[in-house]
């Protein structure tokens, strides 16, 4: 049965859509096993610490469309990440060279006598007042845990909205309470999209779909070689753009945690064929996802050359650094399909993986292909990973386990992850740009930095000569996985 | 009136639980929603600080908690953080979820207390009020639940002891620097300070002896006020309220000299400071003011203010009265309460002996925007705002020195504005802003 219902307002939660679990112990191969064989079950903490919400991650997607305003319908607090995402919009302004624009967000400011009476005719007024004063060309409303529990009937203000003002006004349900993935808050995102912008296709393009955040430009190099244009959404695209996305000949996502939705809907609904392979790091990885692209666009042959020419160019140096990083370990933590995808990159290089932290674990994608299955595809090619842990951003686990593995090097893909690593003296990487590690010369791009990483030490030894540890000595002797068991609070209503 | 918001500029009540981590080695229990704490910390958070950021304990309400109450899940993360987070102190803050839902979290954290924890809790989901408000109350629960218990010898006042409550931490993004100069200059008129929060302060030590003062002071328009009517009430400690942030050499040394007053302090000691601090002070002042005066390329001649209103007043003050920059609008975001609005105009009203200023109440970033694009004239300007306003700066040709949240533009560490320091501080940095536009 598909997952993709743009009939409902919600999008179903990943737990239940997907069947995805944010606790396990293990590793790799057990839970690409588990996940296959039905018997994944999620395993909650008695104690935790604060995570990510999907209303984060569902305006981390819209909120950098350059001309739709924003509507966070919720308490102040809940638009706290506001200025973040403007500074990452207007970051990207600058290296895509757009006019200075700022991000245009509204809190509807919820307050206590509001949850009594309920806060629908604030919305009201904050839609109107946003279209006054900006004139955009469509309105997007996020909730929140309060409106959610009030029970708030956003959809309809913003469908009445939507005839009165001429523009779409769309809900965006993504309660932070309603599921434990905050990655849900991409689907929230992505399914109004398509309810309520993207148009059925008038004509086929050459674009192809980039279902990004807004790492470096990559694709155009490669797809014009291919006679194709790449179409980066959603961050700095607009709403006619958007509009645009089902005529698109393709759909690549960089990451399926991301764009496993959009993906899916723009395929099974408009007919836009998906990139259905693993993901392009590693040399086995990109070969494979190189044919697959070559076949969906048939440029079987183009792909071919260009395999032939990027691994003739790259090989040696990549001789080079196989050699210098022979026998080093490492610790990777990550959301989940990047991090997997790490995990080949970092493999290939010749690491050692001694373990990992992922965030989430989604054992199957909207699309339902068992081949864009890119943990499976690493513990194939490479072997398994031990101490691999499903860990939604819980520092106290990972600390643990550093104090205990102390790798050479931690690679981290997220935030608030690093000083961690750096606290007890282990070299740290972070790298913000998602395409960095991305096909052949990603594996190059990660080895030199890796590399200058392992021999800059200073830093965080003296950094872990002065830093405190706010966790107890019990506690770092305990065994990392004493708090996670049980399932008395994953049954999903 | 309409009380949405375009571009905010401060957090939810639990957004006060930035100031649990603002106090040494204290940690918050969150019982709220999963990106609660992770949003409050995109805005006001700098850095993880001991045992803030992502190593807050939370118990990521779901829809389980909604349905059946979050009270036994909540029980587990408090007994979690107890043997897992090496704390002094640990207070459990309320989101929306569990206020709406209706947890009695009285009586899960009255079980840890009565065995001796060293736990307190607030109230504060999100929708009950901002961090200005609930700032107040997170203190007075700690006041009330911990240091009332523990502290000893409460009836013995200390000859000299004073509890400063001057900024919120994290939402002032300079709260460290600014109790570091103010603990500095009430020190040196012979006072002992507690600050309560930050680097210079004793942690949970200190907070025992809050009971023990001869008196406290605010140095806020209004935020803190709670706190020392409660400690009046409680403790019988008188307060001296002082309601802005004394920033130069006229300012600073009236507010000490007010203390002074106040307390019935030794004069000639505090004189004898206060002189050699105005000579420092001035002899740097008269080192620029030929810069300021000669400078011929345009310095900005006037002034808007886009912050809360004990920035607000203590910058209009300064820049005024020491810098000789005059006030364009002064816009008071806050949301601050009706009764505390009249003591702010009265501010203004009289902010130099030659000039009385208007100011507006708006918590709109967006709607004081458009008005000062409407009404701006060709004057070079100086804008103390936030990070919203840099195509603002831009489009008026002004100068930025952002001092509100959000300060993404800048990195903070020990600046601070306040007293002395604070007001050459402002100079440099002003005047670095300025020289800066040059190729």
Request: glycine share 10%; aromatic share 10%; hydrophobic share 40%.
């Amino acid at each position: 049965m598909s997952t993709i219902n743009i009939e409902a307002p919600e999008v179903m939660i990943r737990e239940l859509r997907l069947g995805s679990i944010t606790g396990f112990e293990g590793t790799a191969g057990q839970l690409v096993q588990c996940g296959r064989s039905g018997n994944l079950h999620d395993c909650s903490r008695t104690f935790s610490q604060c995570m990510g919400c999907s209303s984060g991650k569902a305006f981390c997607q819209l909120s950098m469309i350059q001309d739709a305003v924003i509507i966070n319908h919720g308490p102040v607090g809940c638009a706290g990440d506001f200025f973040v995402f403007n500074f990452v919009y207007r970051v990207g302004q600058m290296e895509r060279k757009l006019p200075s624009a700022i991000g245009r967000y509204f809190s509807t400011n919820i307050e206590e006598k509001d949850t009594i009476f309920g806060a629908i005719k604030k919305l009201e007024e904050t839609i109107c007042a946003a279209y006054e004063r900006v004139h955009p060309k469509a309105i997007f409303v996020t909730t929140s845990c309060a409106s959610g529990i009030m029970g708030d009937d956003v959809e309809g203000v913003t469908d009445k909205l939507t005839k009165e003002l001429g523009i779409p006004i769309v809900a965006c349900f993504c309660e932070g309470f309603k599921s434990k993935i905050w990655t849900t808050g991409f689907d929230s995102a992505y399914h109004s999209i398509v309810r309520k912008i993207v148009k059925p296709p008038e004509k086929k393009t050459n674009k192809v779909n980039i279902i990004n955040f807004w790492g470096s430009d990559i694709f155009t190099e490669l797809l014009a070689k291919l006679g194709y244009e790449p179409d980066y959404i959603v961050p700095f695209s607009t709403v006619k753009q958007l509009e645009k996305i089902s005529e698109a000949a393709a759909t690549i996502q960089i990451c399926p945690t991301l764009g496993t939705y959009l993906g899916a809907a723009l395929e099974q609904i408009y007919g836009v064929p998906e990139i259905k392979a693993p993901l392009a790091y590693g040399i086995k990885g990109t070969d494979a996802w190189l044919r697959e692209l070559g076949k969906v666009l048939t440029k079987q042959t183009e792909v071919e050359e260009i395999i032939k020419a990027e691994k003739e160019r790259i090989v040696p140096k990549l001789e080079e650094y196989r050699a210098k990083l022979k026998g080093k370990t490492c610790y990777i933590t990550a959301g989940a399909a990047h991090g997997h995808a790490l995990i080949a990159l970092l493999r290939e290089l010749g690491l050692e993986v001694q373990g990992a932290a992922i965030f989430h674990h989604d054992p199957v994608y909207d699309n339902e292909d068992p081949g864009s299955d890119m943990l499976d595809h690493a513990v194939k090619t490479y072997g398994d990973v031990p101490n691999f842990n499903v860990c939604n951003k819980q520092a106290y686990e990972l600390v643990n386990i550093l104090n205990r593995v102390r790798p050479d090097i931690m690679i981290a893909r997220h935030g608030g992850m690093t000083l961690w690593g750096a606290k007890l003296g282990i070299p740290t990487l972070l790298i913000g740009d998602e395409h960095f590690g991305f096909a052949y010369q990603g594996l190059l791009n990660y080895a030199e930095r890796i590399l200058e990483t392992l021999d800059n030490t200073e830093f965080v030894t003296n950094l872990a000569k002065h830093s405190t540890m706010p966790y107890t000595k019990w506690w770092l002797e305990q065994d990392p996985y004493t708090f996670l068991g049980g399932d008395k609070h994953v049954k999903v209503y | 009136m309409s009380k949405f918001i375009e571009q905010p500029r401060y957090s939810c009540a639990l957004g006060a639980q930035q100031t649990v981590v603002a106090i040494k080695r204290a940690v918050p229990i969150v019982h709220a929603g999963p990106g609660c704490s992770d949003k409050i910390c995109a805005l006001i958070g700098q850095g993880e600080g001991y045992a803030g950021g992502n190593t807050i304990p939370c118990t990521n309400s779901s829809e389980t908690e909604i349905v059946f109450g979050g009270e036994d899940k909540l029980r587990g993360v408090i007994a979690g953080s107890l043997k897992v987070i090496d704390a002094d102190l640990y207070v459990v803050l309320t989101g929306c979820t569990s206020d709406m839902v209706g947890d009695d979290v009285g009586q899960v954290t009255k079980g840890f207390q009565n065995s001796g924890k060293p736990l307190v809790y607030v109230e504060t989901g999100g929708f009950k009020s901002n961090n200005y408000v609930s700032h107040d109350e997170v203190v007075k629960a700690i006041i009330d639940q911990y240091v009332d218990k523990y502290a000893k010898q409460k009836e013995e006042k200390i000859s000299g002891l004073i509890n400063v409550f001057a900024t919120i931490p994290y939402q002032d993004p300079y709260w460290n620097g600014n109790l570091v100069e103010l603990k500095r200059i009430l020190e040196g008129i012979g006072l002992t300070v507690n600050v309560l929060f930050g680097t210079d302060s004793g942690g949970i030590q200190e907070w025992l002896t809050i009971p023990r003062a001869q008196f406290n002071i605010v140095i806020s328009a209004w935020p803190g006020l709670e706190i020392v009517k409660h400690l009046q009430e409680k403790y019988e400690t008188p307060y001296f309220h002082f309601p802005y942030l004394p920033i130069g050499g006229l300012e600073t040394s009236k507010f000490l000299r007010n203390v002074v007053d106040f307390g019935k302090l030794d004069e000639t000691k505090a004189e004898t400071f206060i002189t050699n601090e105005e000579e420092k002070f001035y002899s740097f002042i008269e080192r620029t003011a030929d810069f300021m005066l000669e400078f011929r390329y345009g310095l900005p001649r006037t002034f808007y203010t886009i912050l809360d209103a004990t920035y607000a007043i203590g910058f209009a003050k300064y820049l005024l009265n020491e810098l000789g920059i005059l006030p364009a609008g002064q816009y008071i975001i806050e949301d601050t309460p009706e009764i505390y609005q009249e003591a702010i105009r009265e501010q203004f009203r009289n902010i130099s002996e030659l000039r009385s200023v208007d100011v507006t109440f708006c918590i709109d970033g967006g709607k004081i925007q458009e008005e000062i694009r409407a009404n701006h004239n060709k004057n070079r300007s100086l804008i103390l705002g936030s990070g919203w306003e840099r195509d603002l700066a831009k489009e008026i040709n002004a100068d930025l020195l952002i001092i509100s949240v959000p300060v993404n533009y800048r990195l903070v560490l020990n600046c601070g504005y306040a007293g002395y320091n604070g007001g050459l501080r402002a100079i440099e940095d002003i005047y670095d802003i300025v020289l800066n536009t040059y190729r």
